[in-house]
């Protein structure tokens, strides 16, 4: 079963231009996580938001949650091309566990 | 340096084979997960333990069987009733979801 969708599927852009991956989940959570992939690699955490946050930075990441639309953002200001990978988001089903998207795939050209 | 391993990185499997997928953590965690994840798709779970000596099935279990004798390994066998189990293989590990799962690097299983 999939909570999590994200949006867009695939993202190209210029380094130093900004990211925006969207996220959208069906029922309600106590908090969305987003990870990081490298290819042929695991998964990285990023960073986590509760549910009654709205908004939540570390880094060059912002993440932004909006409960009413059941859906997040996570936006990459001005990106590398380190930071080429695909990106999950994830919720909490009601057994506690993770349900991941299918995840955006950023490609970052020098 | 505390860690999920997960061995081998690559598998080859023969049709009508079991094999195993070694996950060691030395995190202390108590939860672990298989999810299973496929070209370009999200990850989907097959296996996962809340604590030793138990463990449920997730949305794509038939086909695969773990155990948890001790809190450090979780290892997954894919049985020859998968029918179509090629496939990159991920483990993880929490210590409670509201702090993020740890993964491993994952394993690419190929049936030849």
């Known amino acids: 079963s999939q909570q999590g969708e994200e949006d867009p599927q695939a993202l190209s852009i210029q380094e130093g231009e900004n990211a925006t991956m969207n996220c959208s989940y069906k029922t309600s959570i106590n908090n969305l996580q987003w990870y990081r992939q490298n290819s042929g690699r695991g998964l990285v955490h990023l960073i986590l938001i509760r549910s009654n946050e709205r908004e939540k930075h570390s880094g060059r990441l912002r993440v932004t949650l909006d409960t009413s639309k059941k859906s997040s953002s996570l936006l990459i200001t001005a990106s590398r091309a380190a930071d080429t990978a695909s990106y999950f988001c994830?919720?909490?089903?009601?057994?506690?566990?993770?349900?991941f998207g299918q995840g955006t795939e950023l490609s970052v050209k020098p | 340096d505390g860690g999920i391993t997960q061995s081998p990185k690559y598998l080859f499997r023969k049709e009508g084979q079991n094999v195993t997928l070694s996950c060691e953590q030395n995190?202390?965690?108590?939860?672990m997960y298989w999810y299973r994840q496929d070209p370009g798709q999200g990850l989907r779970l097959i296996y996962y333990?809340?604590?030793?000596?138990?463990?449920q099935k997730g949305d794509i279990a038939e086909g695969y069987s773990v155990s948890r004798e001790k809190k450090e390994s979780f290892p997954l066998t894919v049985t020859s009733a998968q029918k179509n189990p090629t496939a990159f293989y991920l483990c993880?590990?929490?210590?409670?979801?509201?702090?993020?799962?740890?993964f491993g690097s994952g394993t690419r299983l190929t049936v030849v």
């Open positions: 333990s809340q604590i030793v000596n138990d463990f």
């Open positions: 995190l202390n965690h108590d939860a």
């Open positions: 994830a919720t909490e089903d009601q057994g506690g566990k993770l349900i």
């Open positions: 993880a590990s929490s210590i409670g979801s509201w702090y993020g799962y740890t």
